[in-house]
């Protein structure tokens, strides 16, 4: 196998690196025994392979370590959402379960005590008396029946003067 | 040269089930960055040329490994997928910034009092130079700079990371006669381009 000197020139990197099969390579050596400038080409590329191989390796910085070694909180920051409702909302934030028991016991404490001050007042006045009392003042709010609230406050009235209440007496 | 079927799939790797890992995969995933770790950032320092790309670059390469950790075959060879990540975001790097200018060392510098002509550090004047290893890192590091990324990469895997023509040809999945003419392209180049500043340097050695 022989080579033109153009030839033989592309081959010279494959040569230095010892990629060429054994025809090539023994060509290219028969080649450069005759051609000078060659011969000058293929220093060139071995230096230059040599100096690029001489490099220091570069050193990475501590926060590259630090992140390479955790990405889990990369991970973490990336999808924040998903990790933090895995820890209950209530062991992260105890203000807010304060807040909330106190409103649960608002929201029940205020119908007992306000049952409590209406039956009190009942027995003080009387359950019939109560009853038509009641029945006016809830006529103030809008979106009562008031139809209905009438025909209760009329009922009381009857038996506050001792007749029987209508709604019995139809029956 | 084949590479496991499992290794290619795990390019598509979007999945975050990290959180569950166990401490086996853990394991597995920190002996990876002891093997792996610093030739990752080396191939980006060299291909990006600064220490905050390159940091960037090869921690994203890493969270992908740690993402994809439970398709990485055990003892499955990651260096070709490995590099091909990094080559990969590399290129998105780049098109992610057009409007980085590469500037030829040989383009005449426009100033107001008219043009200036660059010139690699001229160590011949001052021999003490030639053995600082910064001088000579920043002197091939900036002639590596001037080459296209295609040329870059593959005189990289090549000459500084010492891969194969068929390793490489993996990685980059182009032919092997490709990674052939474009290192040789490159290597020639860098040639042309270094040969002062080479020169210069074994003449101070011989001294």
Aim: glycine share 4%.
């Amino acid at each position: 196998m022989t080579l033109n000197h153009h030839k033989a020139g592309q081959l010279l990197s494959a040569y230095l690196d010892g990629e060429l099969a054994a025809a090539e390579t023994a060509a290219v050596q028969d080649h450069l025994m005759d051609c000078a400038a060659c011969r000058e080409a293929y220093e060139d590329l071995r230096v230059t392979k040599a100096a690029l191989g001489q490099l220091p390796p570069a050193e990475p910085p501590a926060e590259f370590w630090a992140v390479v070694r955790e990405p889990a909180w990369r991970e973490r920051a990336a999808a924040p959402a998903r990790w933090r409702w895995r820890l209950p909302v209530l062991v992260r934030r105890p203000a807010w379960a304060i807040a909330a028991v106190l409103a649960v016991l608002a929201l029940a404490a205020v119908p007992m005590i306000k049952g409590t001050v209406d039956r009190l007042h009942a027995t003080e006045i009387g359950v019939d008396l109560y009853v038509r009392e009641h029945a006016f003042e809830m006529s103030t709010e809008p979106l009562t029946d008031r139809a209905y609230l009438g025909l209760v406050a009329g009922d009381a009235d009857l038996v506050l003067v001792g007749e029987p209440p209508r709604a019995e007496g139809r029956r | 040269m084949g590479r496991p079927a499992a290794v290619v799939s795990m390019v598509r790797s979007d999945a975050t089930q990290a959180a569950s890992y166990t401490p086996e995969e853990l394991a597995r995933y920190e002996a990876i960055v002891q093997r792996y770790a610093r030739h990752v950032y080396n191939v980006a320092y060299r291909m990006t040329g600064n220490e905050a790309d390159a940091r960037d670059l090869s921690q994203e390469a890493f969270l992908r490994v740690y993402r994809a950790l439970r398709r990485v075959e055990r003892d499955a060879p990651l260096e070709s997928w490995l590099y091909r990540i990094v080559s990969n975001l590399y290129i998105d790097l780049l098109r992610k910034r057009p409007r980085q200018r590469v500037e030829s060392l040989d383009a005449p510098l426009e100033t107001a009092r008219g043009e200036l002509t660059r010139e690699l550090p001229d160590v011949t004047a001052n021999p003490e130079a030639i053995f600082e290893r910064n001088q000579f890192d920043s002197t091939i590091q900036r002639a590596l700079g001037l080459l296209s990324e295609e040329l870059r990469m593959v005189v990289v895997l090549s000459d500084v990371e010492g891969f194969s023509y068929e390793e490489i040809a993996a990685m980059l999945r182009v032919p092997l006669g490709t990674v052939k003419s474009r290192l040789h392209r490159a290597r020639q180049m860098l040639q042309q381009r270094l040969r002062p500043y080479l020169e210069a340097r074994r003449r101070g050695w011989e001294e």
